[in-house]
């Protein structure tokens, strides 16, 4: 498998093509790891040389942002709203994509349909009846309202892919539970979820990168200052500061830093989550 | 899973009594669709509460004249009133011209996807490398790249140093483009990248021995086999590259551009953002998000048709 072809190629060739391969990766690493150094320069010592090494690294940045643009109450909101966003998704999700795989739901076969073409629809249709709605119902610029629409929003790729995750677990270690006397809960949360972690660990991955990265919904549905989250609170300092490179690029690290991790420790869900996701 | 979709016509409570017992269903097996359709029912309840309703919603208030509070229905003003607007055929043309990034991605793409093909050392590491852009959101990206190419950033400093004169990429519509399509294709090669690469990973390996035993180089091995091979995953690529620049700009030209100079750089989704929520024209705002929602629907169509079309070969 691993020498599928290379074994054809005489290893003079394989030089160039590898040369190649390092110069595209520097121009996805270049600008994140010159970002990162530019956090950590005082703002003449940038503008002295933007492009050169640093003289000196300060942390002063990092203070100066956190404590007057508020970005520390922006991590918190952030935290909280994907943090009961997966919950419950992961909650509705599993459920639903566990019984569609393993229990003879009515009409099973439109109710997967309507979630597949449902994915299909692009958040600016929905932006502005959602925001009618809300606003009706006193949700806008409150943090519920815009974690109930994450969930829902995220619901039709979750179930879809909980429910193919769900289905390839093995019928007869469940019916052997219900034999034992295992309910629905005992069975969906005892003996299939655990059989099927990396299946949400995938997920979760996943929908945590889509939410944390969201902009439009979360700034359109939380117009004050309080309750803004982190992308949309990055933005904005984007917007007024562009002159303060060094104060936009502690933005720019906080913000990138979680689905930057996240890839780097759990690249095998990552990359394994995407051959499902392409349908989206 | 296809059974019950056809038994659920008998399934109304009759079922409990009287004979006749093919048609009606065992009690533990109907305990077990109801213990179903209750896991199903929370998400059913979200998807349409705010999938399926708003949709609905966003057709009813495009017919209306509309600030959010006072509703007067006008039928299809909003359509007509905004398909004669000078504005929406310029922000048209500019989607348009943002269709460049479209092959460029395709060729970066297919170039990388070749290349890591041959398994050369360390291609995983590479192919996480080049997954990077995918995991961060649209307004990070551009906010670098507005970092970037400001006036005072690092892309103008190798400009003096190399003798040439600073440039205001922002200050008019070709360099604005120029750079957010830099960003994009940046940001979108990687993921097209492993798709193509999966692609490539389908094609049986024992052709490729075969060639190379009738003495086929490298080149000509990837011109007459490998290429032909993936036509329908860079068809699709292509046109999920389409889709994307129809619906994903939002958060670029937020951050890079604001949509100027003047309207230069608005595309069809940030065209929305500014009706509905600089404007107050929620009605026109929602006439074009479903215009918007149409055009991809028509394009989703279409690129299901041909790839039917294709799998027939």
Same mark, same amino acid.
């Given at each position: 498998?691993?020498?599928?072809?290379?074994?054809?190629?005489?290893?003079?060739?394989?030089?160039?093509?590898?040369?190649?391969?390092?110069?595209?990766?520097?121009?996805?690493? &270049?600008?994140?790891?010159?970002?990162?150094?530019?956090?950590?320069?005082?703002?003449?010592?940038?503008?002295?040389?933007?492009?050169?090494?640093?003289?000196?690294?300060?942390?002063?940045?990092?203070?100066?942002?956190?404590?007057?643009?508020?970005?520390?109450?922006?991590?918190?909101?952030?935290?909280?709203?994907?943090?009961?966003?997966?919950?419950?998704?992961?909650?509705?999700?599993?459920?639903?994509?566990?019984?569609?795989?393993?229990?003879?739901?009515?009409?099973?076969?439109?109710?997967?349909?309507?979630?597949?073409?449902?994915?299909?629809?692009?958040?600016?249709?929905?932006?502005?009846?959602?925001?009618?709605?809300?606003?009706?119902?006193?949700?806008?610029?409150?943090?519920?309202?815009?974690?109930?629409?994450?969930?829902?929003?995220?619901?039709?790729?979750?179930?879809?892919?909980?429910?193919?995750?769900?289905?390839?677990?093995?019928?007869?270690?469940?019916?052997?539970?219900?034999?034992?006397?295992?309910?629905?809960?005992?069975?969906?949360?005892?003996?299939?979820?655990?059989?099927?972690?990396?299946?949400?660990?995938?997920?979760?991955?996943?929908?945590?990168?889509?939410?944390?990265?969201?902009?439009?919904?979360?700034?359109?549905?939380?117009?004050?200052?309080?309750?803004?989250?982190?992308?949309?609170?990055?933005?904005?300092?984007?917007?007024?500061?562009?002159?303060?490179?060094?104060?936009?690029?502690?933005?720019?690290?906080?913000?990138?830093?979680?689905?930057?991790?996240?890839?780097?420790?759990?690249?095998? &869900?990552?990359?394994?989550?995407?051959?499902?996701?392409?349908?989206? | 899973?296809?059974?019950?979709?056809?038994?659920?016509?008998?399934?109304?409570?009759?079922?409990?009594?009287?004979?006749?017992?093919?048609?009606?269903?065992?009690?533990?097996?109907?305990?077990?669709?109801?213990?179903?359709?209750?896991?199903?029912?929370?998400?059913?309840?979200?998807?349409?509460?705010?999938?399926?309703?708003?949709?609905?919603?966003?057709?009813?208030?495009?017919?209306?004249?509309?600030?959010?509070?006072?509703?007067?229905?006008?039928?299809?003003?909003?359509?007509?009133?905004?398909?004669?607007?000078?504005?929406?055929?310029?922000?048209?043309?500019?989607?348009?011209?943002?269709?460049?990034?479209?092959?460029?991605?395709?060729?970066?793409?297919?170039?990388?996807?070749?290349?890591?093909?041959?398994?050369?050392?360390?291609?995983?590491?590479?192919?996480?490398?080049?997954?990077?852009?995918?995991?961060?959101?649209?307004?990070?990206?551009?906010?670098?790249?507005?970092?970037?190419?400001?006036?005072?950033?690092?892309?103008?400093?190798?400009?003096?140093?190399?003798?040439?004169?600073?440039?205001?990429?922002?200050?008019?519509?070709?360099?604005?483009?120029?750079?957010?399509?830099?960003?994009?294709?940046?940001?979108?090669?990687?993921?097209?990248?492993?798709?193509?690469?999966?692609?490539?990973?389908?094609?049986?390996?024992?052709?490729?021995?075969?060639?190379?035993?009738?003495?086929?180089?490298?080149?000509?091995?990837?011109?007459?086999?490998?290429?032909?091979?993936?036509?329908?995953?860079?068809?699709?690529?292509?046109?999920?590259?389409?889709?994307?620049?129809?619906?994903?700009?939002?958060?670029?030209?937020?951050?890079?551009?604001?949509?100027?100079?003047?309207?230069?750089?608005?595309?069809?989704?940030?065209?929305?953002?500014?009706?509905?929520?600089?404007?107050?024209?929620?009605?026109?705002?929602?006439?074009?998000?479903?215009?918007?929602?149409?055009?991809?629907?028509?394009?989703?169509?279409?690129?299901?048709?041909?790839?039917?079309?294709?799998?027939?070969?």
């Amino acid at each position: 498998m691993s020498t599928t072809t290379s074994s054809t190629l005489p290893r003079r060739a394989r030089v160039p093509i590898f040369i190649v391969l390092c110069l595209v990766g520097l121009s996805i690493a &270049y600008p994140i790891i010159y970002l990162a150094f530019t956090a950590f320069r005082t703002r003449a010592d940038y503008l002295a040389n933007p492009f050169g090494i640093p003289s000196e690294l300060t942390l002063s940045n990092f203070v100066t942002v956190w404590n007057n643009y508020g970005l520390g109450r922006a991590i918190l909101n952030s935290v909280i709203v994907v943090g009961f966003g997966l919950v419950i998704q992961l909650l509705v999700a599993g459920l639903a994509g566990f019984a569609l795989a393993k229990y003879p739901v009515p009409g099973a076969k439109y109710i997967s349909a309507t979630l597949v073409s449902v994915m299909l629809i692009p958040a600016q249709v929905l932006i502005i009846p959602i925001y009618l709605l809300l606003s009706r119902i006193g949700l806008v610029g409150s943090l519920p309202g815009l974690i109930l629409v994450y969930v829902a929003t995220g619901l039709p790729f979750a179930i879809f892919f909980l429910t193919v995750t769900y289905r390839a677990l093995d019928t007869s270690v469940l019916e052997a539970a219900r034999v034992d006397g295992a309910g629905f809960w005992r069975t969906f949360l005892n003996v299939a979820s655990p059989m099927a972690i990396p299946g949400l660990a995938t997920l979760l991955v996943l929908q945590f990168i889509a939410m944390w990265n969201e902009l439009l919904f979360a700034y359109i549905l939380l117009p004050n200052d309080q309750l803004r989250l982190l992308t949309p609170a990055l933005a904005q300092i984007g917007g007024r500061f562009t002159n303060d490179q060094p104060f936009v690029a502690v933005g720019l690290i906080l913000t990138a830093l979680p689905p930057l991790v996240l890839l780097s420790f759990a690249a095998k &869900y990552v990359m394994s989550g995407l051959g499902a996701s392409l349908g989206r | 899973m296809t059974a019950p979709a056809v038994a659920s016509l008998a399934a109304p409570a009759s079922a409990g009594a009287a004979g006749g017992r093919p048609p009606k269903l065992a009690p533990w097996r109907r305990r077990e669709r109801m213990i179903g359709l209750a896991a199903v029912a929370p998400a059913i309840v979200l998807v349409i509460g705010f999938m399926i309703y708003p949709v609905c919603y966003a057709v009813w208030i495009s017919f209306n004249k509309t600030n959010g509070l006072n509703f007067d229905f006008i039928g299809l003003g909003n359509y007509t009133k905004l398909l004669a607007d000078p504005l929406l055929h310029k922000v048209f043309l500019t989607n348009i011209i943002f269709l460049i990034s479209v092959p460029l991605v395709i060729v970066a793409a297919l170039v990388c996807s070749v290349l890591l093909y041959e398994r050369i050392r360390g291609w995983k590491l590479f192919r996480v490398l080049f997954f990077v852009p995918n995991v961060l959101s649209t307004a990070v990206i551009g906010l670098m790249f507005k970092s970037l190419f400001s006036y005072r950033g690092p892309v103008n400093a190798a400009i003096v140093a190399a003798g040439g004169t600073p440039i205001d990429f922002f200050s008019s519509a070709g360099t604005s483009i120029a750079v957010i399509i830099v960003a994009l294709v940046w940001s979108g090669f990687g993921y097209q990248t492993l798709i193509l690469l999966s692609g490539l990973s389908s094609i049986n390996p024992e052709i490729f021995e075969a060639a190379t035993v009738d003495g086929a180089g490298w080149w000509k091995r990837l011109w007459y086999i490998t290429l032909p091979n993936i036509r329908g995953v860079v068809a699709l690529v292509s046109i999920l590259n389409v889709l994307y620049t129809f619906t994903a700009l939002f958060g670029f030209i937020f951050v890079m551009t604001a949509g100027g100079p003047g309207y230069d750089t608005t595309t069809l989704d940030y065209l929305i953002y500014t009706l509905a929520f600089s404007s107050s024209r929620l009605g026109e705002g929602s006439a074009l998000a479903v215009m918007v929602f149409l055009l991809i629907g028509g394009l989703t169509l279409i690129q299901l048709r041909f790839f039917r079309a294709t799998e027939d070969d």
